[in-house]
C-alpha cells in the first residue's frame, strides 16, 4: 500500500514552453500533496503545499505564477512549469500525506525535467 | 517547524549494524518522526515511523527518547545496497503543516 505515482518520469522540452506534471496516490486519499525540487547531490527543496480544493501554498522565492500546481481531487496533484527554462531543469518530486490508512507522507519516484 | 540535523556523512561495512542519529530540538507535541531512504533519481523511499520509544519492523528500529528531541534509525546488519542517503523528517500526520527535509546523512557501506 501507500504507493504514489508521478508522470512523466522524465520529459525534454524546448525553452518557453509549458510542461505539466501528474501526481497520483494510487490505493489511499491525500488531502494534503507536496512538490519538491531536487539539485544534483542535495537535498528536497520543499516548493509548495497544496490541499485538495484549495489553493497551493508556496515556499518563499517560488513563483506561483510559474510554477502552477492543481489539487483538484483526493487523489490527484499537478505541477505545471510555465514557460519552462534551462534553469528550471531539476529533479521534481511530489508527496502525497495520508488522510487515513496507512499513515504518513509518501513520495512519488520523481520526474526529470530537461530544458533545452 | 522543526528543524532537523543530521551527520552529513558516514562509512561501514558489510554485516554491521548502522545507528544513524537525528537532533530534533524544536520538535512539537503532535509531531511524528519519520525516516526515508533515497537513492540517486528516485524518490524517497519510507523506512519507519514514531511518535515516542521504540519502532521496530523488518527493515530498521527507531529509538526515540523520552523528550523527543532527537531520534536514532538502526539499520542491523547493512549491505553494499543499502548504500543512499538517509533522511528524517519531523511533521504532523495531520492536514496541516509543512514537510521541509534537511540535509540528510550519505551512507557508503563497504565491502
Known amino acids: 500500500g501507500a504507493v504514489v505515482s508521478q508522470h512523466p518520469s522524465w520529459v525534454i522540452c524546448k525553452s518557453g514552453t509549458s510542461v505539466k506534471i501528474e501526481c497520483r496516490s494510487l490505493d489511499f486519499q491525500a488531502t494534503t500533496m507536496f512538490w519538491y525540487r531536487q539539485f544534483p547531490k542535495q537535498s528536497l527543496m520543499l516548493m509548495a503545499t497544496s490541499n485538495e480544493g484549495s489553493k497551493a501554498t508556496y515556499e518563499q522565492g517560488v513563483e506561483k505564477d510559474k510554477f502552477l500546481i492543481n489539487h483538484a481531487s483526493l487523489t490527484l496533484s499537478t505541477l505545471t512549469v510555465t514557460s519552462a527554462h534551462p534553469e528550471d531543469s531539476s529533479f521534481y518530486i511530489c508527496s502525497a500525506r495520508s488522510a487515513g490508512t496507512p499513515k504518513g507522507q509518501f513520495f512519488g519516484p520523481g520526474t526529470r525535467l530537461t530544458v533545452l | 517547524l522543526a528543524k532537523t540535523t543530521q551527520p552529513i556523512s558516514m562509512d561501514s561495512y558489510e554485516g554491521q549494524e548502522v545507528n544513524i542519529t537525528c537532533s530534533h530540538n524544536n520538535i512539537a507535541t503532535n509531531d511524528y518522526i519519520t525516516w526515508y531512504q533515497q537513492f540517486p533519481s528516485q524518490g524517497p523511499r519510507f523506512i519507519i515511523q514514531g511518535y515516542k520509544t521504540k519502532v521496530t519492523n523488518e527493515v530498521a528500529s527507531l529509538f526515540i527518547p523520552a523528550d523527543r528531541k532527537s531520534s536514532t534509525l538502526s539499520l542491523p546488519r547493512v549491505s553494499l545496497s543499502d548504500t543512499a542517503v538517509y533522511y528524517c523528517?519531523?511533521?504532523?500526520?495531520?492536514?496541516?503543516?509543512?514537510?521541509?527535509f534537511g540535509d540528510g546523512t550519505t551512507l557508503t557501506v563497504k565491502p
Open positions: 523528517l519531523v511533521g504532523g500526520n495531520t492536514n496541516a503543516g509543512k514537510s521541509t
